[in-house]
C-alpha cells in the first residue's frame, strides 16, 4: 500500500513539473536583462568623474557583489578616462574588493587558490599598472595583506613588481620626461637626440622650408649632424650618389616618430694579408706607452657614422615626411655648412611615401620606384 502511494505522489509531480515546462515554453513574453554602464553618462571623462563612478559603486551594496565585474569593467575604460597611469586611481579599485573574506585560514586553502576569481582580478589589475609602468608603494601593499593575506597570490605578484620595476625604471640612458609633449617637432627632437647621442658632437638645428622658395610642402625639420659627418661628407666622391633612406620609426613610450638618413659611401673593406704563422721576420716590440718607445695608430680607423651598408652623413625628422620636405632638407643642408652637396646627386629610395605630394625634379625619375635629383 505505501509503495503504491508513493508511486502515484512521484507520478504527480513528474505530470506537474513537465506542465510547467510547456507553460514556460508556450509562453510569448520575453524577459531582458538590461545592462547600465555608468561610465557612459558621464559628460567629462577626468579622474573626478572616474573616482565618483567608483564611490557610487561602494555605496550601492555593502556586500560588494559584482566587484570583480565592476573592476574589469573599470580597467578597460581608463584609457578612456586619461587615468591609465594614475596610482590613486589604482588603489580605488583595489579599495573595491571585499576585507578579510579572501584570507585563507588554513594550509589547503592557501595552497589551492583560495577564491581565484578575486585572485586572477587583483592580479589582472596589477599587471595594468605594470604594463603602464605605475609603481605601487607600501599603502598597496597594506591593502593587498588585508584583502588576501600574506600568502595570497596578488601579494607575492606585489613583490615582484617591487624588486623588478626599480631596476628597470632608471635603466635607460635615454632620459624621458614623466609626461611627453603634446607637440610634434618637441617629440621628433626628443627621437633626433637619442638617435644621435652615439656621437657627443652632434649639432641638431630645426629649419623651416619656407626657407627654401621651391619647397611645395611647408613644414619644419629637425636635422642632426656633426663636424665629422660634414667632413666624411666632403670625402664622398661627385661620381657617387647619395640615398635618403627610410622612414623608420622609434618609439618615445606609445609615442612613434619616423626618422631619414643621409647615407654615403660604403666604407672599404680592410684587407690585411699577413701571415700570422710566419716568424722570419719579427718586427720590434713598439713599446709601452708612456714608458718606452712610441705606439701608433692602425692603418684603418673607422668612425661610428661608417656602417656596413654605407656612411651615415645626417639624420632628419620632418613635419610630414614627404619627399619634398625632404628634398628642401638636402637644399637646406647645403645651404648650411655642406656646399658639396651642389655637385653630388642625391637618390630618394622611400619604402613607401606617406603623403602624395609633388616634388619639383631636376633629373629625368628613374624605374623601381626611386628619383634621382641634384640638389
Not at 557583489?65 to 586611481?89: C, N, P, Q, T, W
Amino acid at each position: 500500500m505505501a509503495l503504491k502511494m508513493l508511486g502515484n505522489m512521484l507520478r504527480t509531480t513528474r505530470t506537474t513539473s513537465s506542465l510547467v515546462v510547456t507553460r514556460w515554453k508556450s509562453s510569448n513574453t520575453e524577459k531582458k536583462l538590461t545592462v547600465y554602464d555608468p561610465y557612459v553618462t558621464k559628460p567629462q571623462k577626468n579622474k573626478e568623474t572616474y573616482l565618483e563612478v567608483i564611490r557610487m559603486f561602494e555605496g550601492q551594496d555593502i556586500r560588494r557583489r559584482g566587484h570583480v565585474e565592476f573592476i574589469y569593467a573599470s580597467l578597460a575604460r581608463m584609457k578612456e578616462f586619461g587615468v591609465e597611469k594614475d596610482l590613486e586611481v589604482y588603489k580605488a579599485l583595489v579599495d573595491v574588493l571585499p576585507k578579510g573574506k579572501f584570507i585563507p585560514t588554513n594550509i589547503f586553502q592557501a595552497e589551492f587558490l583560495h577564491y581565484p576569481k578575486q585572485q586572477q582580478c587583483a592580479v589582472d589589475l596589477l599587471e595594468q599598472m605594470e604594463d603602464n609602468s605605475v609603481m605601487p608603494d607600501s599603502e598597496m601593499e597594506e591593502m593587498l595583506m588585508n584583502i588576501f593575506g600574506r600568502r595570497g597570490i596578488p601579494l607575492r605578484k606585489f613583490w615582484r613588481m617591487m624588486y623588478w620595476m626599480p631596476k628597470f625604471k632608471n635603466l635607460s640612458p635615454w632620459y624621458l620626461p614623466e609626461h611627453l609633449p603634446n607637440d610634434t617637432m618637441e617629440l621628433a627632437m626628443l627621437a633626433i637626440q637619442r638617435i644621435t647621442s652615439v656621437d657627443p658632437d652632434t649639432k641638431i638645428s630645426i629649419w623651416q622650408t619656407e626657407e627654401i622658395e621651391a619647397s611645395l610642402d611647408k613644414t619644419w625639420i629637425v636635422s642632426a649632424q656633426s663636424r665629422m659627418q660634414q667632413v666624411l661628407l666632403e670625402e664622398q666622391p661627385p661620381d657617387e650618389p647619395l640615398a635618403i633612406k627610410g622612414p623608420y620609426s622609434v618609439y618615445l613610450r606609445d609615442q612613434v616618430v619616423t626618422y631619414f638618413i643621409l647615407l654615403g659611401k660604403i666604407r672599404p673593406e680592410h684587407k690585411d694579408d699577413k701571415d700570422l704563422d710566419d716568424v722570419s721576420n719579427i718586427e720590434k716590440p713598439p713599446g709601452i706607452p708612456g714608458f718606452i718607445g712610441k705606439t701608433t695608430l692602425p692603418a684603418v680607423k673607422c668612425t661610428v657614422h661608417e656602417q656596413d651598408d654605407g656612411t651615415i652623413v645626417a639624420v632628419c625628422a620632418t613635419g610630414t615626411s614627404s619627399r619634398d620636405s625632404l628634398l628642401s632638407w638636402i637644399r637646406l643642408l647645403e645651404k648650411y655648412g655642406n656646399p658639396v652637396l651642389s655637385d653630388i646627386p642625391v637618390i630618394f629610395t622611400l619604402i613607401a611615401p606617406p603623403a602624395d605630394i609633388a616634388i619639383q625634379e631636376t633629373q629625368p625619375a628613374v624605374t623601381d620606384d626611386k628619383e634621382t635629383t641634384k640638389s
